[in-house]
């Protein structure tokens, strides 16, 4: 039940850890350029053999609250255009970010005094950092890329952009020449991980070079222009600690979090979109031993473990024949022919969950995944519902039966109206009764109103559970005490 190896192989538990995260997979760029209609020089910028990878080694840039005028984009314009007739784009790409940069600062310098452009030192300091970026990284989105408190990037077309900043979305100031240059910068980013989005394949998953995961949807399947997506990947991970400062989870809730990640519970986060379901996945995950062989199965790869011994597998569209694509239940049932001893799933959205199910339930205990759901109940109904996507005709009963005999705890993420992330519940599955699946709440956030400036109030509860089903599991890798210290505070707290 509890795994097979040894006592010695448990070692500590991995929240003293400090690795750099793994890096991206280097993948082949396809280097397909797309039918955008951009510019001849875009193009090459886009596709050609430049070593300046867009994003990489991006400055600090400061926030830009003003928004541009008219007048700025024109003069933009006219300035990029002289540069693209004055530049010499292959020398450009052999240079390094720094010296590349460099070497447009000085022409678009030399431009803007010959041409006489009427502006002010810091309206041309940053019509300089926008060419710059224009030419060698994401153009508009890098002062948005750079700014480490914004979660998600929505760019609605080229004239609309909003972001997510604590948890609430407000417009953004930043806009794209026009549609062309959102697309071809589409097209850029999505090139990286050697895929390609265009009219004839216009829906695109895709990731930044620092993990943010991006997700494109071009016309005409997009009405009102290219839709780009980006969850932004946090420079800072958050940490348990952290979302104990936060208010989203008590410093008792966080450690029995803590050992249920490291006791090889057999765990699903279950949450709506943008609810912190990764970010709590991400955060069990520090606590696996080392020694464990860790596979991960990602859409597109977003988690960063922090053990040595990790492999990470991620799904892929099918190309433009419509041949190709390995799904996430391809990769799961594949795992299992690789000897993993946990198994991560970044996202069970469909009939892998049963494969994810059979692979806790087969000695591979402490496998994790999430779901979209708003509550442990919900995420239950769920999975049955997913079963069912695959074709199986087993009954009911049947199906539930492997649900709990698989799972042992749903840990509940939810975004509020106020922006605030909370977990909501630590959820045990316990067993059936008749055909009911059984579980048991060990915690709960219970809500107690607002205050004046429209903050959420509340606090997490115990439910009185003195000693979890998974009790033995922890006093197996003899973590019972901390467990039990862990429930008493919750307790104190509560009553
Ligand atoms: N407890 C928290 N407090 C504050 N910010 C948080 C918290 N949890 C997550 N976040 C931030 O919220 C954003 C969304 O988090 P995350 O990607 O984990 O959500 P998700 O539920 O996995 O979303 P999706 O459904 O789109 O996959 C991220 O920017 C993350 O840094
Ligand atoms: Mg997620």
């Known amino acids: 039940m509890f795994g097979k190896r040894g006592k010695d192989g448990f070692g500590n538990a991995g929240d003293t850890i400090d690795r750099t995260p793994p890096l991206a997979p280097e993948l082949e760029p396809e280097s397909k350029s797309a039918e955008t209609g951009s510019s001849a020089a875009e193009e090459l910028l886009v596709t050609g053999n430049t070593p300046i990878a867009p994003g ?9 609250s003003s928004k541009k005028s008219d007048g700025y984009y024109t003069t933009k314009s006219q300035v990029f255009s002289a540069l693209i007739d004055t530049i010499d784009l292959s020398q450009l790409s052999k240079l390094d970010n720094e010296s590349a940069r460099e070497e447009i600062r000085d022409i678009v310098n030399d431009i803007i005094t010959i041409k006489n452009f009427a502006m002010s030192i810091s309206e041309q300091e940053e019509l300089l950092e926008d060419i710059c970026n224009d030419v060698l990284g994401y153009g508009p989105l890098e002062p948005l890329l750079a700014r480490d408190e914004i979660a998600d990037i929505m760019i609605n077309g080229a004239g609309h952009s909003y972001i997510e900043v604590n948890g609430k979305v407000e417009e953004s100031d930043i806009r794209f020449r026009d549609e062309s240059q959102l697309l071809s910068i589409c097209q850029r980013i999505v090139s990286q991980v050697g895929r390609r989005v265009d009219e004839s394949s216009p829906i695109c998953d895709a990731r930044l070079p620092d993990g943010s995961r991006v997700n494109v949807i071009a016309p005409p399947l997009a009405i009102d222009g290219t839709t780009l997506t980006i969850r932004k990947f946090k420079k800072d991970k958050l940490t348990l600690d952290q979302l104990v400062n936060y208010g989203s989870i008590t410093p008792a809730g966080a450690t029995i979090l803590q050992i249920i990640g490291r006791v090889r519970c057999n765990v699903v986060i279950s949450g709506g979109t943008g609810s912190g379901k990764t970010t709590l996945l991400n955060c069990l995950t520090r606590y696996i031993d080392e020694t464990e062989r860790i596979i991960t199965c990602e859409d597109s790869a977003e988690l960063q473990l922090q053990q040595p011994h990790v492999v990470r597998l991620e799904t892929r569209p099918p190309n433009i024949e419509g041949e190709g694509e390995v799904t996430m239940r391809d990769l799961v049932k594949n795992c299992l022919r690789m000897r993993p001893e946990r198994i991560i799933v970044g996202e069970v959205r469909g009939p892998e969950v049963f494969d994810l199910l059979q692979a806790m339930n087969t000695g591979h205990d402490g496998s994790m995944g999430t779901i979209h759901s708003n509550s442990p109940r919900e ?6 519902s997913m079963i069912a996507m695959g074709g199986y005709s087993l009954p009911a009963k049947t199906v539930r039966e492997i649900i709990s005999g698989s799972v042992d705890i749903i840990v509940q993420a939810a975004r509020l109206r106020d922006g605030s992330r909370r977990i909501t519940h630590i959820t045990e599955v316990t067993g059936m009764e008749g055909d009911v699946i059984i579980t048991q709440d060990l915690m709960t956030f219970d809500l107690e109103g607002e205050d004046a400036n429209g903050n959420i109030l509340g606090q997490h509860c115990s439910t009185g559970i003195g000693r979890p089903q998974f009790w033995e599991r922890a006093r197996y890798f003899s973590e019972e005490n901390r467990l039990a ?8 707290s509560t009553a």
């Not at 995420?379 to 049955?384: Q, V």
């Not at 429930?487 to 104190?492: G, L, P, Q, Y």
């Open 379 to 384: 995420c239950l109904s769920r999975i049955e």
């Open 485 to 492: 210290e862990a429930i008493d505070s919750m307790e104190r």
């Open 56 to 64: 990489a080694d991006r400055p600090e840039q400061k926030r830009r």
